[in-house]
Each structure stands twice: as C-alpha cells, then as structure tokens.
C-alpha cells in the first residue's frame, strides 16, 4: 500500500460556504503558497470537498526590481499547474508614496486593499482570502502596544474584514477578507509545504531592518518568547480579547450615543443652532450627563463624539477633553466657561456652563 499523505493542516472554514467564489491573494511567500495549495487540496478532497470557486490575485507592486519580476512568474507558474484562474495586478507603490507621503508600507497596503475592494465590488469574488499567521498576528498585536493603541487597535487582524468604498461618507462593499489561517503558525505552514515538496519564494525586504516589522520579528519576539515560550499564542489571546471587548462597548455606544449627544449650541429662547457653512461639523454634550456616567464610558462616549465628526484622538488629547469638561486636572487647561481646545484632525472644543462642545471648521486651502 502506498504511503498514506500526513493529514492537511486545519484551517477556520468558518466563513466559507458551498458555491462561495472564493481569491486568494498569493505574494509567492511561503504562507500564501501553502493557504492556495491548502484549499485547493481541499477543493479537490474526495470527501468533505469545500466546493467552491477558487481563483488567485498577484499585485506587483513595482518594488524589489527582477526579484518581484520572478515571484510573478513563480506564481503564474504555480496557478498553471494547478489549473487556477489568476489575476494580475501591477500597482505604482514608489509612486503613490511620493505624492501621498504615506510610507511604502502605508502605500503597499492602500494599492492593495484597492485591488482587493475592485474585484469584490465587481462581483468576481465574495471573498478576498489572505493568508495572515498566528506570527503575523503576534507582531502586529506589539507593534499596535508599541505605538500606543487603544483596544481597537490591540483586536489587530481580525478573521474576518469587512470593506467600505473610498466615498464621503464610506459605503459598504458586498463581499469580505477572510483569513483561514489565522491560527496555525508560519512553521505549521511551511512544514505542510516540505509534505507537498512546493518551494516558494522568499522577499528579501523581510530581512531588512529598516522596518519595525522585521526588527519585531527577528530581533526582539525571539527575546520575548525566551521569557514566554507560548508569546504568540499568549498575544493571538489579547488581540481576542480586545476585538470582544471593543464589539461590546460598540453595542453599547450605539445605544447611549442618541441619548447624549446634541446637535450644534444651545440658543437664546431655546433650541439650538447649526452651522449651515459647507464642511462645518459640531455637537454637543450635557456636562451633567457626562458626570452621570463612570469614567470608563464617559472616555469612550467622547472619543466616539470625536470619530463622528472623523477625528480620532490619542489618548492625552482625550485626557485634555476630559479635563475641559471638569473630570481630570490637568496642568495647562482650566475648565471655565469659554475655554477652548485646539486637537489632531482639525477637531476643536469649547466648554460653556452646561456642555463640552466639540467642532470641525473647514479646512481653508491656503491662496
């Protein structure tokens, strides 16, 4: 009898269904290669088949000169070979840097997701599936803790994403980006792959230490585990932790937040005044209702204030608006009555008697 084949590693099949048209985004990297190799064995099993609609997505991102050149041949190669339906993309990234001063990183990521968000909204696939790692999970769990975020930040890589479109104000997408492997880690991956004798490619930018990521992943998380050995599982746990505890306050947000926040000022005689100048946004909240609530939620219910007019501020310009509205000292702000706050995003706010007020004036191009 013929060796019997070790058993495929188990991936989440949480998200997908029977007749699902699903694209695995392939980079020619390990974990790629074994998360399109994995269901298409799957999608061929004589038992238990996924039945689904398997297809491929590359993106060239016009970095790594010849060596990008032959990841994508590498892949085409593989697609080939295993009768998969391919997309390719080639995006600017240097390019797209240089005029919207994000990073390469930034810049990679934002090209990508675009061509992630064109086949989704055209229909050629209900899912985008990318092949993120319990490794990967870990790293961005510490590098979220490292640039101080708060728990929606700590969820980093959910296992499933869902997509707006680039308009104002953002609608949804139909379809998602799935990530099946989430929990198993690179090393399970790569050892499935020496099972399958499949090579796969090896981005030499991964090695350079010029990225937090890479200094993460080879300097400082080998030091880490030394301590805790069990470190991804342990941060693939907080990240968890995080996404449900964010999921709940977001309940209950959405139910306090039409119960506290008011629209514009208060006027003489009643009511209240909104601006009619194009691109002005403002609300206002209660100081007596904010002082009814603990402080764990009066912190949320401002910076969720502040997310509806688009700002998100950081933890001290949240700790300055608690204490413009009289709930924390604070040495350079004095919550009298018509002080003023100037914070990131082009947020303001503006303490009166009874309430904290927070606005966004247009941005003025400069002539």
Same mark, same amino acid.
């Given at each position: 009898?013929?060796p019997? +084949? ?5 991936f ?8 699902d ?29 996924l ?9 060239h991102?016009?970095?790594r ?16 070979r ?11 990234? !240097?390019a =797209?840097?240089?005029?919207?001063r994000?990073?390469?990183?930034e810049?990679?990521?934002? %090209?990508?997701?675009?061509v992630? $968000? ?13 092949? =993120? ?5 870990? *790293? ?10 708060? /728990? ?7 296992p499933?994403? &869902?997509? *707006? ?12 980006i799935?990530? !099946?492997? %989430?929990g198993? +880690?690179r090393?399970?991956l790569?050892?499935? %792959? ?18 937090? $990521?890479n200094?993460?992943r080879?300097t400082?998380?080998?030091?880490? $585990? ?7 599982? /342990? ?18 947000l959405n139910?306090? &937040? ?7 000022? !208060? ?5 209240? +005044? ?5 691109g ?22 401002l910076r969720a204030a502040?997310?509806?007019l688009?700002?998100? !501020?950081?933890f ?13 000292? =604070? ?17 303001r ?11 966004r ?5 400069p002539?």
């Open positions: 009898m013929p019997k +084949s070790p058993p495929l590693p188990t989440s099949r949480e998200s997908i269904r029977p007749g048209r699903l694209c695995v985004a392939i980079s020619g990297g390990s974990d790629s290669v074994a998360l399109l190799l994995l269901l298409h064995l799957s999608n061929t099993a004589d038992r238990d088949a039945g689904v609609g398997l297809s491929a997505v590359h993106i991102h016009n970095l000169g010849p060596e990008a050149d032959a990841d994508q041949t590498f892949v085409v190669d593989l697609c080939t295993l009768n998969i339906p391919l997309h390719l993309q080639q995006v600017d990234v !240097p =797209h840097a240089a005029t919207t994000e990073t390469i990183e810049s990679a990521r934002t %090209l990508r997701y675009r992630f $968000r064109e086949l989704l909204s055209t229909g050629q696939a209900d899912a985008i599936l990318t092949a =993120h790692t319990r490794d990967d999970q870990a *790293e961005t769990v510490l590098m979220k803790l490292l640039r101080g975020a708060w /728990t929606e930040g700590l969820s980093a890589i959910h499933i994403l &869902l997509l *707006e479109d680039d308009q104002t104000p953002p609608q949804k997408i139909p379809g998602k799935v990530r !099946p492997v %989430l198993l +880690s090393a399970q790569e050892a499935f %792959l020496r099972s399958q004798n499949q090579s796969w490619r090896t981005d030499s930018s991964n090695a350079d230490p010029a990225y937090t $990521r200094r993460l080879h400082i998380l080998p030091l880490l $585990r030394e301590e805790n050995p069990s470190l991804d599982q /342990t941060l693939a746990n907080l990240a968890e932790l995080a996404r449900e505890e964010e999921a709940k306050w977001q309940t209950d139910r306090l &937040l039409p119960q506290l926040l008011l629209p514009g000022k !208060p006027v003489r005689g009643g009511g209240r +005044s909104v601006s009619t100048t194009p002005s946004q403002s609300l206002s909240i209660e100081i007596d209702r904010l002082r009814a609530l603990d402080p764990a939620t009066r912190r949320r219910v502040a997310r509806q688009a700002a998100r !501020p950081c001290d310009d949240t700790a300055r608006l608690l204490a413009l509205a009289g709930f924390a000292p =604070h040495p350079t702000i004095n919550p009298r009555p018509g002080a003023t706050l100037e914070l990131a995003n082009n947020l706010a503006e303490r009166s008697v009874r309430e904290l007020r927070l606005y004036e247009p941005t003025r191009e002539k």
